[in-house]
């Protein structure tokens, strides 16, 4: 099956789809949505009809159009199950997606871009204020899941394994995120050495947003 995923080279939720599918060994033609060009591309009627709430990823598959990137990382779950994302038991997947969950829900979306913006427009706040907020909210996230991973039976070299998951897919880009707004992520040692390995593998190198065709 062809695969072509429109996203951003910064959205960490496209981040994640990249990493995923790179570890399937999924290949796919990359469609690039700048979020802030002429306004935000995923703003026009074109990309609308594909993503109705302006939004990146979106995954097409043959005749399917998929949205949100935690809808997206299962369906490929499901329909690539090796190699796993997820471990075989209930508990612990129960377990890692509690830790996908903490970041997408609890954290992501306090520092999405639409938000930031939201903040310095209508609710005028300064870049200064702005700059508060993404630090606040993803320092206290990361704590949570640096919590996570101190509660683990075991010690492993991912966040739930000896082979990277759906944890770990979730937690690299959000690491990214919040180095980007200042957070100190050495204070975090569990998290630092998971993304540490994480980022030695190919994987990871190829979704990284540098390597990306549209990075700035």
Known sequence: MDYQLYN???????????????LKGLEYAYLPV???????????????????????PVLVAGEKRLIQSTAIIEWLEETHPVPPLLPDSPD?????????????????????????KYLTGPMGLSEEHK????????????AAVEALLQKREASFDFCYGDAPGMADVYL??????????????????LISRVVERCNQLQA?????????PDAE
């Open 8 to 22: 951003y080279y910064r959205s960490s939720s496209s981040y994640r789809v990249r990493i995923a599918m790179n």
């Open 34 to 56: 700048h979020l802030n060009r002429n306004g935000g591309e995923q703003f026009t009627s074109e990309f609308r009809a594909i993503s109705p709430d302006a939004v990146v």
């Open 92 to 116: 612990e997947r129960a377990s890692v997606r509690a830790m996908c969950l903490t970041i997408a829900c609890e954290i992501h979306p306090l520092n999405n871009l639409r938000v930031l």
């Open 131 to 142: 700059a508060r907020w993404a630090h606040h909210w993803c320092e206290q996230g990361l």
């Open 172 to 189: 690299v880009p959000q690491v990214f995120n919040a180095q980007r707004f200042g957070v100190d992520v050495s204070k975090f040692p």
């Open 204 to 212: 990871f190198i190829d979704s990284h947003p540098n390597k990306q």
